[in-house]
């Protein structure tokens, strides 16, 4: 895989004296500003037959659009627009756009800039909000609570290769039940002539496997090679009047012998309310399914209670990066978290959030963008090789920094979108969620047969249509078919820093071989580090020793700040707070993401290790996409690595 390349533009005035973009590779404008909106209404919406189709649609209907060519994504924003306009409330748009050369956020901020008004701004804002770093792969981005869209940064053929070839795997699985496909298509590569690539025979024939019954093509050329290659994939094709001073253009159609998917909202139980649980739950939630969540604790505790969390990526090379998870997984994870802090604030401004931060009067935020000092460790590679191996990603994500601060370690980079997750805070955004219930009991028994799911509980059953485990490291407890996870305990500690001077303590967050933050709650500030890893025990007891090993740590990468920890709990002893976790650990360092084995209606996510926060968002977004046969965000060579049946699960740990 070769890096991604940026788009390389000018600017140019138009004939109405309008600013707008044009490809330097290609040399061709990326819309007419005098009537860019317009002609994306007639030649994709209306070529498309979208007004009508949008306002047929069923309610919890999923409507699936594929591009080519998102460029400037103003056919997307004008799809927004008729979706919010047309579409049920409960209906969802899945938009799928390719692009090989994307804009850089200051370029396609300046290139919008042309369509903003009182309709446009909103859904303009939202793009650029969450318009993700420019890197190869799908970055899927939820724009409103009924709109995603899926950005394929790469070639065309090979994003919707990908897509074809995970669909294809699923389709395989004698479990799984339909898999969504694209009911309209918009070709918008720059001009056949100027951009060959885009309209070739072999990408036609891919949308076709790609495609439902009855899906529909529309495109603003009526070049011959163009028509004769989709009719020569199964499309029929019509040309009728181009847009303005074209005198043509294409629409096509195909019909299939296959009946198209339909997702109906299913009751769902969720079994654990940690960060698996809980954003398994926002993802299904989100898809119109009434979920219950179980535990026998309450939200975000176990586990996944420590009052802070540290997000920040494990990176590989860059050329791998869309394949492996922990790096995949962090920039998904980066804009959910975000998207939370919006949603606890329209908490707070309608009045429905009860115990307020001291000094700031609002809720404590769910991510403190506070970026992570990384020392890159642990690692059996040399500083030279770590350092080329972050040395080609976008400084926005890492780069290095000079070691002057922290000489104890050989290197050392930062992470701008690193930070602190609040667990609290997620506790509180899932309690005040309507759409979620939750019921604090122990879960004795799951069964499962074609019809549902029984949940057996000290309280009686319940019946539910499909369910899933969410457990941690006791989720093998509920199904004999789930793989028995390495159990791995880990002691955080904090203290208050009422003797510790301000100027003393690190400015961000610290990832070493552990990792320390200072934050604040209530208005006391502290100070956490850790954790300890002790292998093979489920005792959640706070420990003296483990306490030690920490402060073993926390001096060994910032000797100066451990010496005043350790004579501030020398002044006042038994100062020390701590919690106890206990993470459930797979051989390849993968979690589960799935089917369990051959049970009908029984899935599962867990297996995460210390990686929970980071893993979780986008881990429950592709089980939420397998229950529902929806698209995935990921290629299937990442799918394989979750698969709750991959052979490296089929050996039981202690032969591993």
Partial sequence: MTHLQRASIHWQTDTQGHTVPVSDVFDDVYFSQAGGLAETHYVFLQGNHLPDRFGT??????????????????????????????????????FISTEKFPLSIADLRTALTAWRDERTTPWIDALLEQYPLLMA????????????????????????????????????????????????????GFAPSKNSE?????????????SANHATVATFTAAGFVRRGLMSSGFITKKIKGFGHKREML??????????????????????????????????????????????HAPMSGASGNPRALLAPKLTLLNQAMHHLPTVSFLYAYRQYSAMNTKLDKLGKLGKLGKLDKDTQAHPAVFE????????????????????????????????????????????SFVPMGGLINTASIRTLIEHDDKISFCQTTIEHITTDTDGVTVMTQDGQTRFDTAVICAGFESECLSDALFVCRKIRGQLSWLELDHIADASLPSHP???????????????????FGASFVRNSTDTTISDDEHKFNQDKLNFALPTLGKQITQALDDKPNKLDGKVGI??????????????????????????????????PLCAEILADVMDGGILPIDKTLLDKLNPNRPRLQTPLSDV
């Fill in 251 to 296: 629409t096509a159609h195909i019909d299939k012998p296959t009946a198209n998917h339909t997702a109906q909202p299913k009751s769902v139980a969720i079994i654990g309310a940690g960060i698996s649980g809980v954003m398994s739950a926002i993802a299904l939630s989100r898809r119109g399914h009434r979920v219950t969540v179980f535990d026998k």
């Fill in 510 to 528: 610290v990832k070493y071989d552990g990792y320390c933050a200072s934050f604040c709650d209530d208005g006391v500030s502290k100070f956490l």
């Fill in 369 to 412: 963008m506070t970026g992570v000092v990384d020392f890159l460790l642990p690692s059996q590679k040399s500083a030279e090789k770590r350092a080329e191996q972050i040395a080609d990603y976008p400084h926005a994500l890492i780069h290095r920094i000079d070691n002057d601060a922290y000489p104890t370690a050989d290197i050392t």
């Fill in 137 to 188: 792969g799908c970055h899927r981005l939820h724009i409103s609570e009924t709109i995603t869209l899926d950005l394929w940064f790469g070639d065309a053929y090979e994003s919707f290769s990908s897509i074809l070839a995970t669909s294809t795997a699923r389709q395989a699985d004698t479990h799984a039940g339909a898999i969504q496909k694209v009911d309209a298509w918009f070709l918008d």
């Fill in 57 to 94: 649609l069923h309610d919890h209907q999923r409507f699936v659009i594929a591009e080519t060519g998102f460029g400037t994504g103003l056919n997307f924003l004008a799809t927004c627009l008729l979706w919010a306009d047309t579409a049920p409330p409960s209906a969802r748009l899945h």
């Fill in 583 to 616: 993470r459930a650990q797979t051989p390849d360092y993968h979690p589960l993401v799935g089917q369990v084995g051959n049970e009908p209606n029984l899935y599962t996510l867990y297996g995460m290790g210390s990686k929970g926060f980071s893993f979780a």
């Fill in 198 to 210: 885009l309209w070739s025979d072999e990408l036609f024939a891919l949308m076709a496997q790609l």
